[in-house]
């Protein structure tokens, strides 16, 4: 049980690695000129293993995914953008994952983690550039977090449907 649990856990890192990756060639800012706004694709498995995994799998999860691709494809200020968006947004979910179902759908928790992935950065960038001036930059984020999150939230969403098919089919069949 343990190798299939960690094997899981290396394919969602390896496949949040390839969506954040593959998400840079997707050329957004031409529907959406806003510089820096990104679909967010490796944040549906961020979400996808705050449910079905232990909240440390998924910190080490997203850890890893922020790590290989600063290293593969990144920078250190990239790096430190992903890592405190990242961080945020996992925080945010897992503490509105509490409430699912009673107080929140998946879709909302979605879109709080887009919100406080996109705070996360802000954050970060005011320490990077020792300035507060990007707070301007926020509201545009904040506003562009709602269909990102959606879109992530449906996904996210769409996939915990299948699984649960798929384990119900398994126990049919045995």
Known sequence: MKTKHLTLCAFLTALALVLSIAEKWIPLGLIVPVPGIKLGLANVVTLFALTTLRKREAIAILLCRVTLASLFAGSVTG??????????????????????????????????????????????????????????????????????????????????????????????AA
């Open 79 to 172: 790096f430190l953008f992903s890592l405190f968006g990242g961080m945020l947004a996992l925080l945010v979910m897992a503490l509105l994952l509490r409430g699912e179902g009673r107080w929140f759908s998946l879709l909302g928790i979605s879109v709080a983690g887009a919100a406080a992935h996109n705070i996360g950065q802000i954050g970060a960038a005011m320490l990077w550039l020792g300035t507060t001036d990007v707070l301007g930059y926020l509201p545009l984020l904040l506003v562009s977090s709602v269909p990102m999150g959606l879109l992530t939230g449906i996904v996210c969403r769409s996939v915990l449907g299948h699984l649960n098919k798929i384990q119900i089919l398994r126990q049919n």
